[in-house]
């Protein structure tokens, strides 16, 4: 399968690119924390690493460690605004259970 991005989360990210002046791409992955077990970890990436599974979507590139794809594999990235409040979104077809606040999940 793949990472997919929309096209709202590629200008976003796209945008914060050029005004860092630089930068390849989002690393996204998980890491064990939260209630439910897992939580997504998202920066930007300055350089890829060997292991990098890479993924391009939109013209912007994510960059994936071999070990974090298992659970984020088929993973849509979007990016919404509601209200006031801005962020990424993900909709992961791994996920089996989250917790109440919607910090963590668990595959």
């Known amino acids: 399968m793949a990472i997919t991005m929309t096209e709202k989360a590629a200008e976003h990210v796209s945008r914060n690119i050029m005004r860092r002046g630089y930068g390849v791409g ?11 077990g897992l939580a997504y ?14 993924f391009e979507c939109h013209g912007v590139k994510v960059l994936i460690d071999p070990k974090s794809l298992p ?15 801005e962020g990424f979104r993900f909709r992961n077809p791994n996920v ?3 917790c109440g606040c919607g910090e963590s999940f668990r595959v």
């Open 26 to 36: 989002l690393r996204l992955g998980v890491k064990a924390t939260g209630c439910s």
């Open 41 to 54: 970890k998202l920066e930007y990436a300055d350089s890829f690493a060997p292991e990098d599974v890479v």
């Open 71 to 85: 659970y984020i594999d088929g993973t849509e990235l979007d990016f919404g605004r509601e209200g006031l409040n």
């Open 96 to 98: 089996k259970d989250e």
